[in-house]
């Protein structure tokens, strides 16, 4: 197969299933020119040389365009005046320092170690209530059941959206986490479809943002939505509708992919689920494994600001630059046996979470939901079978992982 | 039980902040202090922070090795 059309290969439906193939070809042309002038990146080495390399920009999405209405002021005025706003005010996950420094430290500041730290009892009774609501049954759907609605309670009680309103948003998280795929953010229809998802959720935010500003509570949102003063000037108010639109949208789309991810590998390795059962101190390690195995986010795009030498090939000025995490997870020159599932492995340096300035705000959050989930399941659900092996997989090819997951079951404990 | 950090390799992700908070703590953002010999109790966090960072830069070795270091 032609290096130069590899990528085609990897977001073809067909080879969601398994594209690990794939990407051992990759990382035989560890820097791959594509037909379309972007560059795929597939090695551990070359993946951590370019995180930090500052000439790799962010900012990489194609300016907002809304679509064509006929109306003239609209396609003429004003329009064009929300297509430039929405572009200056891009979440900080598309964003460059020192923008996206400013932006990720606010959350972050927020974000503190007592709040994660908290939902660590809230996780639990989900986790509970969620599979005491399968009791009865023969078989468990669990991504419906539990790996989806877990990570979008989490994040709302976080953020403090109220829980009535979330079935509103569940396909706008959608719609707009296609930006990370390629094929979505090139194509016209849709892109209009992002900026109409995003024009939505827009809205709902502006007014919960006002709401939490007349009547703030114990939330993040209401302390990110807190004025500011002169000495410390406050989040402008489109760049706090976009920060709570990226964490809303991140809690709704990765987690049920590390969950379901976990799940399904434990399933694949019932010795690890015994050992984990028997054992539940070894769930960090394992989680971490699944990271690097099996990750929820495959890769990530930039684009190149200035020419730059890599591996004796040079990425030209303005070249879209993929890394692809999942093919460095299993660089045979960085780690053993690499596609072995083997929570046991030493220094286990995977691009789980991505790496660099960008690395995922939500690790600790989502780690603690990841292992209290796993954890509880192993527990609980008797005699766990897979329904079907290959489980149909939702259609990203960056957020990868399963639409669904059946599990036979014995019962609940 | 003791901890080391190779503090070359620690970029400051914070990550064994939130898994051991009693025993790691970034100030500035960037300046990791732990405590080098915790307690045997609290094993599964010291692990736990192990695990969780992203650039493997904390090891655990056994506390005799830590007594043969004292004067």
């Known amino acids: 197969m032609r290096s130069e059309t590899l990528f085609s290969e990897v977001m073809d439906p067909k080879n969601r299933a398994n594209p690990y193939p794939l990407y051992e070809l990759f990382r035989q042309t560890p820097v791959a020119k594509q037909s379309d002038g972007s560059f795929v990146v597939s090695t551990h080495e070359n993946i951590r040389t370019l995180l930090f390399d500052p000439r790799l920009s962010s900012e990489d999405l194609p300016p907002s365009r809304r679509p064509h209405t006929g109306n003239p002021i609209k396609d003429w005025i004003l329009n064009p005046i929300k297509n430039r706003v929405v572009t200056a005010h891009r979440p900080f996950i598309f964003r460059d320092p020192p923008d996206h420094d400013t932006l990720r430290k606010f959350v972050m500041d927020e974000f503190t170690i007592q709040r994660v730290n908290d939902a660590h009892g809230r996780v639990e009774s989900l986790v509970d209530e969620f599979i005491e609501r399968c009791r009865g049954r023969s078989e468990v759907c669990l991504v419906e059941d539990l790996s989806y609605p877990l990570p979008v309670a989490v994040i709302c009680d976080l953020l403090g959206v109220p829980e009535e309103d979330e079935p509103h948003f569940q396909r706008w998280a959608t719609q707009l986490a296609t930006a990370l795929e390629p094929d979505a953010r090139h194509d016209e229809t849709g892109r209009h479809a992002i900026v109409a998802a995003f024009d939505e959720i827009s809205a709902y935010m502006r007014k919960l943002i006002r709401e939490k500003r007349r009547r703030p509570a114990d939330d993040m949102l209401s302390r990110l939505a807190k004025p500011g003063n002169k000495r410390t000037p406050g989040m402008g108010d489109i760049d706090l509708i976009a920060t709570g639109i990226l964490l809303l949208v991140a809690g709704h789309e990765t987690t049920v992919n590390l969950i379901t991810n976990a799940m399904l590998t434990l399933l694949r390795n019932p010795d690890e689920l015994e050992k984990l059962k028997a054992d539940p101190e070894r769930a960090p390690r394992l989680i971490e494994e699944v990271l690097r195995y099996e990750p929820p986010v495959h890769f990530r795009t930039r684009k190149a600001t200035s020419p730059i030498d890599i591996d004796r090939v040079t990425i030209p000025a303005g070249a879209p630059v993929i890394l692809l995490f999942a093919a460095a997870n299993r660089d045979p020159a960085r780690f053993a046996n690499p596609d072995r599932f083997d929570p046991d492995r030493a220094d286990n340096q995977h691009f789980g979470f991505g790496g660099g300035l960008h690395y995922c705000v939500g690790a600790p959050l989502a780690r603690i939901e990841a292992e209290i989930a796993l954890v509880t399941l192993c527990r609980r659900l008797r005699e766990p079978r897979l329904m079907s092996d290959p489980p149909p997989y939702r259609s990203g090819a960056s957020l990868r992982g399963p639409a669904s997951l059946g599990i036979h079951i014995n019962g609940i404990s | ?71």
């Open chain 2, 1 to 71: 039980m003791r901890i080391v950090v190779d503090l070359n390799r620690c970029q400051g992700y914070a990550q064994c902040c939130y898994a051991a908070p009693e025993h790691f703590e970034l100030r500035g953002h960037e300046i990791l202090f732990y405590d080098p010999a915790p307690p045997e109790r609290e094993r599964a966090r010291i692990e736990r922070a192990q695990q969780a960072c992203p650039v493997r830069a904390i090891s655990i070795e056994p506390a005799d090795l830590a007594e043969q270091d004292e004067p």
